[in-house]
């Protein structure tokens, strides 16, 4: 896959126009390309944030050992081809935090029992993101056995620079990379190696997932801001950019989450940007509060070279001492359509009242030019 061409623009600010080029040497036709690949559709769900229960420092644990947590959302996460979520802490890392906390409010550590990871493995994941601000809690160690707890349960997973989740599935090879601004994660911030690193995985894989945890954090951060965003005074990156950066680059899925609530999707070269997923099932721990407790379920189809075909934000939301459970009310689907028709007014996807995802019919006319946050001139 040749990397895509395009200028970003914006309605709110002017940014520089990116622009990436195709290896040196590489001539992959995509028509031939093309006539290769075998005619697939893939059915992918996402959610965002998964933290279910720590032992430390003190234990806060679900009732019956958290084996219901995922109980009422499982029969809808097993009916995806790949499952991904967020894995917004550590596994049965031993001994105290290197996660320095001087204040309780602002920060936490979070230690799941090793145990826990079959509930994982029940609801139907099949790829976590261990790219966030909670992946080393423990330390590099911690980090690492969290790596070995999820191989030993067959969970694939990205995060740490150099870990990249890679299979296959209906004939197509497919990887998933997840980026973060914090230490040893693939760098969200470095946005050259953003370009080369999918660039290179483009040239050798089929289909190019990428996950971002990245934004500040809070029900005042629904929007996308268009901006480098700023949380307790981290660098918490320029979300749209980098997002369009990637699929310019050659991904062909962008997963975001780090904000806690959910944000805008968008489709950007005929490729899907979910912005955040928020939190999905963080019990006992993080504020499940208002749009905080808000749990989407995004289910999204691609075919074989990547590109969206339908979808569907299938809403839940956090009611404790339990995990999600589906929301009659679609209140994740109605604040997704809400938030993506305020910040991206001229994107084509258009999102109904229950949640399902299509591409606007557009007359030629619609199509050429009008101009959206970081839309292609």
């Known amino acids: ?21 195709a290896d040196e040497g590489k001539t992959t036709n995509p028509i031939a390309v093309a006539k290769l690949r075998p005619k697939a559709s893939l059915k992918i769900m996402a959610v965002g944030d998964i933290m279910l229960g720590t032992d430390y420092p003190d234990y806060r644990l679900a ?13 809808v996460l097993r009916q995806a081809d790949i499952t991904f979520g967020n894995l917004e802490a550590t596994f049965g890392a031993a001994g105290k935090a290197e996660k320095a906390c001087p204040d309780v409010r602002r920060c936490y550590v979070f230690r799941m029992p090793p145990r826990y990871v079959s509930y994982l493995v029940e609801a139907g994941f099949d790829v976590m993101s261990l790219a966030n601000n909670h992946a080393r809690d423990f330390g590099d160690s911690g980090r690492l056995l969290t790596m070995q ?21 209906k004939g197509l090879d497919i990887v998933l990379i997840g ?24 040239g050798q894989y089929d289909i190019v997932i990428v996950s971002f945890h990245a934004g500040a954090e809070g ?5 996308v801001p268009f901006k480098t965003e700023y949380f307790h005074g981290e660098n918490r990156g320029d979300v749209a950019l980098f997002a369009h950066t990637a ?15 959910p944000r805008a999707l968008e489709l950007y070269q005929g490729r899907l940007i979910a912005y955040s997923l928020g939190n999905f099932c963080t019990t006992l721990g993080i504020n499940v509060a208002g749009k905080n407790g808000l749990a989407p379920i995004l289910s999204v189809n691609i075919n074989q070279d990547g590109e969206f075909e339908a979808g569907k934000i299938i809403s839940a939301r956090q009611i404790r001492p339990g995990g999600p459970q589906l929301d009659k009310r679609r209140r994740a ?45």
């Open 63 to 75: 009732a019956n050992d958290g084996r219901e947590l995922l109980k009422y959302v499982a029969p």
């Open 247 to 261: 699929i310019d680059a050659g991904a062909d899925l962008i997963l975001g989450h780090g904000p806690h609530v």
């Open 1 to 21: 896959m040749e990397p895509r061409q395009a200028t970003i623009g914006s309605n709110k600010a002017d940014f520089d126009e990116q622009s990436t080029a």
């Open 219 to 223: 029900d005042k951060h629904t929007r």
């Open 149 to 169: 707890t999820l191989d030993q349960a067959g969970i694939k997973h990205s995060g740490l620079e150099g870990d990249i989740a890679r299979w296959q599935m």
């Open 333 to 377: 689907a109605r604040l997704i359509k809400q938030l993506t028709e305020l910040d991206f007014p001229h994107t084509p996807l258009q999102i109904d009242a229950i949640g399902n995802i299509s591409v606007k019919s557009m007359d030629s006319e619609t199509k050429s030019d009008k101009p959206g946050p970081y839309s292609v001139k």
């Open 179 to 202: 980026f973060a601004p914090f230490r040893g994660a693939h760098d969200f911030l470095d946005l050259d190696y953003v370009r080369h690193k999918i660039t290179e995985l483009s």
